[in-house]
């Protein structure tokens, strides 16, 4: 298939390297350091308190009332679904974060797909009548503006660390959609101005919401998802759109009851969906409404919109903790958002705003270790299964070039010196290149063919002769390493994890670990140049 054309004018906004030492402490310190200058295309969402669920008034006007929530996801007939309302509310405390404004588009989806090659969503290779696949496996121009659907989780998920973002969790949702105030929908309390309410004993009309110009519901007489902001009086507190209607938006949250609540969850597997789409009534229209969907499924009336960390770049390092839970020994604690530091260059387009992809480079210790110095490491590595320990991870966007490790997410194991142990390994392998050359000149003898080469032969050597810091992919295999990691013991109120120049002139880093020992920490550098 034909390339779909790039867009014209790329221009780079936004987040310059971090460089200096002084920078990073300041950002793994307080994320209030920053300025809350909101990224092209999000809006600033303040710390606070929100409310997540529905309350009781809520709950018995609900099931008083004529209207029902028409998804039942069990099979059983009832005029509320709990599954999907909640039977509680409560108030959970949000940090500070960004949000995109609108929906992820057509159009800034497309973009993502032009850098990366990632797979096109079902219902894009088809013509405007819906039938003919279009010749070149593009969209129409006129869906540029809507926003993406028959997206899974994990395509939505792709999209949003190319982007520097990630998918926000239920409660930053619910949180960008009713600020601080429990209001039904993202406008305020009510649909449309037959519905009354009491003031001081007396009955007073509501405020006005019209319910066929707030969002695109079933009321609305839409049929489809429209463009991205066609129904600016629906804007939540913070002045976020399309919050209700239009299409469902994929969360983090795994479903599950809700904090202290008391619905009763049956056989239930997903991820939880908000917002409500152009298919749905008013009712699922409501913030508290929760959908859970297959993180391997997707549909037509599903996209997302993703929120960012105040800190850029840390959203990456947060999907690599996720992704690399696997490679880990042990039960290994990270502090993410305390010990991470972080680079990031972010580009954006300059006349829709939608991200162009963000370029990170970010590592992670663990949050302590029982060992002072570098003596207590190797102690404690040979006593680990296979001589190592994770003391770190690693997010790059960019090829390592002194590594030879491309881009992707990496843990950072230490492995003590075993000389022994490689000096009967190097004897293994000069064995076996041994028998290989004497079974391939046998076979020459005798006219045969060569024995093809053992596809399983180990690359990486198990053991070393020096210390070194081996870097694991996702699947566990070791991918590259260093030898001779400088290690030594530091104290904490001068010591912190960050970017600085080597001795040479080059990128260095310095991952300090905090260590049980009192104030003590264990510093580990070592070289880490990139190129684009």
């Given amino acids: ?32 350091s920053l300025d809350n200058t909101p990224p092209p295309g999000m809006i600033f969402i303040p710390e ?57 588009t057509n159009r800034a989806y497309k973009a993502f797909l032009d850098a990366t090659g990632y797979e096109k969503p079902d219902n894009w290779g088809v013509t405007e009548d819906g039938q003919t696949p279009a010749e070149d496996g593009s969209i129409s121009e006129d869906l540029l503006d809507l926003p993406v659907v028959n997206v899974r989780y994990i395509d939505a998920a792709a999209y949003a660390k190319w982007a520097g973002k990630s998918l926000p969790t239920e ?33 007073k009309e509501a405020a006005r919401a019209a319910s066929d110009d707030h969002c695109n519901s079933v009321e609305a007489q839409k049929g489809a998802p429209v463009a991205v902001g066609s129904f600016p009086k629906g804007k939540s507190p913070f002045g976020v759109q399309d919050m209700s209607g239009n299409v469902w938006e994929w969360t983090s949250t795994w479903i599950q009851p809700h904090p202290r609540g008391n619905e009763e969850l049956k056989n239930v597997y997903g ?13 699922v229209q409501r913030a508290a409404v929760r959908m859970f969907f297959d993180p391997g499924d997707w549909q037509s009336a599903v996209g997302f919109r993703c929120v960012k960390s105040l800190r850029p770049g840390l959203d990456s390092l947060l999907y690599a903790q996720q992704d690399l839970d696997a490679t880990l020994i042990g039960e290994v604690e990270f502090e993410v958002e305390r010990d991470a530091v ?141 030898t001779n990691p400088v290690v030594r013991g530091g104290d904490s109120s001068e010591d912190s994890s960050m970017f600085k120049k080597s001795d040479e002139g080059g990128s260095m880093i310095q991952m300090v670990i905090q260590s049980q020992f009192g104030r003590k920490v264990l510093v580990i550098e070592f070289p880490f140049e990139t190129k684009s």
């Fill in 48 to 104: 606070g308190t929100t409310h997540i669920g529905t309350t009781k008034e809520q709950l018995k006007e609900l099931e008083d009332g004529p209207l029902n929530l028409s998804l039942d996801l069990d099979g059983e007939d009832k005029p509320v679904n709990y599954e999907l309302i909640g039977k509680s509310q409560q108030r959970v405390k949000v940090g500070s974060f960004y949000i995109d404004e609108f929906e992820v």
């Fill in 171 to 203: 409660a930053q949702w619910e949180r960008a959609a009713r600020g601080d105030e429990p209001r039904a929908y993202p406008w305020g309390d009510y649909w449309d101005t037959r519905q009354k309410l009491w003031i001081n004993g007396q009955r």
């Fill in 342 to 482: 972080v680079r990031e260059e972010a580009e954006y387009d300059p006349k829709h705003g939608h991200s162009l992809g963000a370029k990170v480079l970010g590592f992670c210790p663990v949050a302590s270790i029982s060992a002072p110095n570098e003596s207590g490491l190797v102690s404690r590595a040979r006593r680990e299964a296979g001589d190592s320990i994770p003391v770190g991870i690693v997010s790059t966007s960019y090829a390592v070039s002194n590594l030879s490790l491309p881009p992707g997410d990496y843990t950072i194991h230490f492995q003590a010196a075993n000389k022994t142990a490689h000096k009967d390994w190097m004897r293994e392998q000069e064995k076996e290149k041994e028998e290989k050359a004497a079974a391939a000149k046998a076979a020459a003898e005798n006219g045969e063919a060569a024995p093809a080469d053992d596809e399983d032969e180990a690359e990486f050597p198990p053991y070393s002769d020096s210390n070194r810091l081996i870097f694991n992919d996702s699947t566990g295999n070791p991918v590259a390493e260093i």
């Fill in 1 to 32: 298939m034909n390339r779909v054309v790039a867009i014209p004018c790329l221009v780079l906004i936004g987040f310059a390297l971090i460089a200096r030492a002084q920078d990073q402490r300041a950002m793994a310190g307080n994320s209030n």
């Fill in 271 to 283: 991820r939880i969906l908000k917002g409500g789409s152009f298919s749905n009534s008013k009712v």
